[in-house]
């Protein structure tokens, strides 16, 4: 005959062992949920940069040119170019505020490697020289720091899969080209 005692330990354990498995089930399906969400805005906040008006503006801004900071300003401040200091900006904040979602964790930087990587790293690497002037001058020291953090982390992300500096080979690429035109 079966001891009751027994029969209620048995009990027990199996209860204990029905909510081990339903709050791993639960952390499991809370982390799936999580991943989702990540990918989620990622994606809904690459939008931009994957229609045809913002690869419009890309190129648009990629194909700005000026000598130095002065001529810069004469050619594109936002008093100047209202539109083109329009479409700069809208492209710095969003690439700013990817880099800040990025550095709180809220957003996949692989999902938005595959997407708009390059991007990000050719718009830093085109207005890197009129940014950092700004900090500390007009603007705060930390001025669109999270722009440039994104872009080197990205560029990480393709030297530690591709074993190349991404944004060095376009650096050198871009300037060939500067060159070329000022050639012509």
């Not at 996949?108 to 595959?114: F, P, R, V």
């Amino acid at each position: 005959m079966v001891d009751l005692a027994l029969l209620q330990s048995v009990s027990y354990i199996a209860g204990a062992l029905g909510v081990c498995v339903a709050a791993f089930y639960y952390v499991v399906n809370l982390r799936e949920m999580n991943k989702n969400r990540r990918i989620t805005l990622t994606t809904t906040m690459m939008h931009p940069f994957m229609t045809v008006e913002g690869l419009r503006q890309f190129n648009n801004l990629i194909s700005m040119d000026w000598k130095d900071l002065d001529d810069f300003s004469k050619k594109y401040d936002g008093r100047v170019n209202p539109q083109n200091y329009a479409e700069r900006l809208s492209m710095w904040n969003l690439c700013e505020n990817l880099g800040l979602l990025y550095r709180e964790g809220m957003i996949d930087l692989k999902t938005l490697y595959g997407g708009s990587s390059f991007i990000i790293q050719i718009t830093w690497l085109k207005f890197k020289s009129v940014i950092e002037p700004m900090r500390g001058a007009d603007y705060t020291k930390n001025h669109f720091s999270n722009f440039e953090y994104l872009a080197g982390e990205l560029n990480e992300y393709h030297r530690v899969r591709f074993g190349e500096d991404y944004m060095s080979r376009m650096q050198g690429i871009m300037g060939e080209f500067a060159k070329a035109q000022k050639i012509s």
